[in-house]
């Protein structure tokens, strides 16, 4: 494709930053990562600038540089008229910095938060009420002030972080993935929030790993090893796409089956689950070739491309391609009853606090099941009672056919977890994490040895084994954790929001695996924010204030939301709306 050209940094008195041959490496061990390599760029003034590219692009790199934290190896940086590496302590008075882990104290209030910051910020006693509530407001957060933060939800958090950067109002406000692990009620209000203070004159440079954000940005600019590939208006590199993108309809599978089978077409070079439908991109002009087989009743359909598509045909034979999953099971699969999960009227009480409300449903072996729900509804405890991890309060649970209550170290033999937050050891190496979950999972000697083998080829992870965990990119954690999570070739695999922050092109890896595991039998279950990926789960039940909202296909879910101002909904729309009138139709 043509693709938008990376441009110079033309100087222009309405540019809020200027990047010019900006490089920047660390060391690695004994490696060496040109986390940028001569980037050139210009945000404008006033409006949304976004940085996107795959995981260890460079992307927290760029923002670190820009608020003044890290030194450019080559190159210059200016930010607001400044040189960041000549006055990084001016930059930092004027600008305002979110990092994607952003550093709440959790044991104290949503208040003392607030008080905090203002004194890091040095801002002055007087003019400080005034802007507490105009932030309570903007965030939500007004009946919250006294609330522990560590109590608060995930987005709510997010909200914490954001009202806390701006406790200064800043002039340029720097986001590194503000997005990451909220709901999507959550991700519009924050979104909310950033329309209203460019609005108000405020300028932003925001990272992102989710594309529907990014077209939402005037101007985005992708980042691939350290180098920017392109600059532009998210439609200019959409619009390189025309005639390219196409959606496949009809046929008699299901579009999870579809998609994989439509991936290896010749000429495609992008297939994803998009509805009941499979959104595909060409490599050049044209319709795909469909002919019998799988295909038969599968008819193409042109649709206007988007940065999505933009941003995979781009990076499209960048990287090498990944193996395919290896998925065989150690046991037969009559090893385990069908159904393999059966959840009765399940309670978690924390103190006076149910977090989970008398819950039931059941799932079927090679089945993928999604747990959906907004933060703090009460995803991560079902989860965590269901892998024997948490004990239930009330009620019954079995999984593999053991029940829980009374034989969760037999359960747990057959389960495969990857939780929400990256659970590894950081200071020990992706190798040395993967040693202590074979042995934690009984394997020795030879078995031990070839899974590790397996995990490091299958993942990749083979040129950062040696690398401390807590150092490798936000993509890499994940692969690392979903390899560990493997080892043992469990019969049910459950996955606590496996793709949270991670790229495209990491988000169809792991639902390529998660696919193949699912047609050889293992059953899954996952929870995600991310509402496309829920296109891919066979069933999908909605949690909200730790009750069952809805259960159902996708189809049924989005049938429930439908009105005849939302005729067709997509899932995103669909939860937002059952999630928001507490039941839908």
Known sequence: MTRPSAAEPPPADSAILAAENLSKSFRVGKRRIDALDGVSFTAEAGGITGLIGPDGAGKTTL??????????????LSVLGLDAAEEPLAVQSRVGYMPQRFGLYEDLTVQENLDLYA????????????????LMHMTGLAAFTGRLAGRLSGGMKQKLG????????????????????????????????????????????????????????????????????????????????????????????????????????????????????VRIVMAESGEPELAGGPFAGVRPEPVAPRLEDAFVALLHGRRPPSPPPEVASQRAADAVPDPVIVVRELERRFGEFRAVKGISFEVRRGEVFGLLGANGAGKSTTFRMLCGLLPASGGSLSVAGVDLRHAAAQARRRIGYMSQRFSLYGNLSARQNLHFFASAYGLYGRRRAERIAWSLAQFELESLADAPSADLPLGYKQRLAMAAALLHQPDILFLDEPTSGVDPLARREFWHRINALAEAGVTVMVTTHFMEEAEYCDRIAILAAGSLLALGTPAEIKARARTPQLPEPTMEEAFIALIQDGGGA
């Open 119 to 134: 004194d890091l910020q040095g801002v002055p006693s007087d003019e400080r009420p005034p802007r507490y509530t105009e």
């Open 162 to 277: 954001l009202a806390c950067t701006l406790v200064r109002a800043p002039e340029l406000l720097l986001l590194d993935e503000p997005t990451v692990g909220v709901d999507p009620v959550s991700r519009r209000e924050l979104w909310a929030i950033v329309d209203r203070l460019v609005g108000e004159g405020m300028s932003v440079l925001l990272s992102t790993a989710y594309l529907d954000e990014a077209e939402r940005c005037d101007e985005v600019v992708l980042l691939h090893e350290g180098g920017a590939l392109g600059h532009g208006p998210p439609e200019q590199f959409a619009g390189a796409l025309h005639g390219r993108s196409f959606t496949l309809h009809g046929g008699g599978l299901k579009p999870r089956q579809l998609q994989p089978r439509a991936a290896v077409l010749p000429g495609v070079v992008d297939a994803v689950v998009q509805g009941e439908q």
């Open 63 to 76: 923002m670190r540089l820009a608020a003044g934290l890290l030194l450019p190896d080559t190159g210059r």
